[in-house]
Antibody, heavy 116, light 112 residues
Framework: EVQLVQSGAEVKKPGESLKISCKGS????????IGWVRQMPGKGLEWMGI????????KYSPSFQGQVTISADRSISTAYLQWSSLQASDTAMYYC?????????WGQGTLVTVSS | QSALTQPASVSGSPGQSITISCTGT?????????VSWYQQHPGKAPKLMIY???NRPSGVFNRFSGSKSGNTASLTISGLQAEDEADYYC????????????FGGGTKLTVL
């Protein structure tokens, strides 16, 4: 069974750094792209970026380029999304997804709350 | 990247059919047959319902169907059931500059 299991909810202060994770199982992790999607409270879905764990090729949405970093460790089948300096506007649910033209599996989501 | 345009809400009675539209541009919906649809129940992760305009993943009921004409894609749900009440999002691949994906703003489906 294909699964994407994300790390737990986080509460951070503005200016702090954060790295959340997404562990894939039940398939060849290095053979599928893994993306990240943001959903702000009460809002719609926004595509952030995507990585191919096989060679770490990474692509970012222009809206998120320079704001976040996407990485992957294929030895432990895990993708990451990280921030160097969080802002209150980063408060959202973040989903990891599998796929390229469409996203067939979704993680359960990681809620990130940034508040002073 | 601008979001695709969806109606904010649609409604229908059990057993009826509804259609949700998703309007993009000649750079996304109109350029590629890579439109997908996702269903999201409150507090849950989205679920893929339709991919590549009209294909259903295994396990999705054939009451759900997709189509496209020009820059507008559509999701039709026939034989509405109470459990279909959810938010629905369309998405399209686009490579106007670099590979990118754009989502619609979402449509709240209410089953009356």
């Amino acid at each position: 069974e294909v699964q994407l299991v994300q790390s737990g909810a986080e509460v951070k202060k503005p200016g702090e750094s954060l790295k959340i994770s997404c562990k894939g199982s039940g398939y060849s992790f290095t053979s599928y792209w893994i993306g990240w999607v943001r959903q702000m409270p009460g809002k719609g879905l926004e595509w952030m970026g995507i990585i191919y764990p096989g060679d770490s090729d990474t692509k970012y949405s222009p809206s998120f380029q320079g704001q976040v970093t996407i990485s992957a460790d294929r030895s432990i089948s895990t993708a990451y999304l990280q921030w160097s300096s969080l802002q209150a506007s980063d408060t959202a649910m973040y989903y990891c997804v599998r796929g390229w033209y469409y996203f067939d599996y979704w993680g359960q989501g990681t809620l990130v709350t940034v508040s002073s | 990247q601008s979001a695709l345009t969806q109606p904010a809400s649609v409604s229908g009675s059990p057993g009826q059919s509804i259609t949700i539209s998703c309007t993009g541009t000649s750079s996304d919906v109109g350029a590629y047959n890579y439109v997908s649809w996702y269903q999201q129940h409150p507090g849950k992760a989205p679920k893929l319902m339709i991919y590549e305009v009209s294909n259903r993943p295994s396990g999705v009921f054939n009451r759900f169907s997709g189509s496209k004409s020009g820059n507008t894609a559509s999701l039709t749900i026939s034989g509405l059931q109470a459990e279909d009440e959810a938010d629905y999002y369309c998405s399209s691949y686009t490579s106007s500059s670099t590979p990118n994906w754009v989502f619609g703003g979402g449509t709240k489906l209410t089953v009356l």
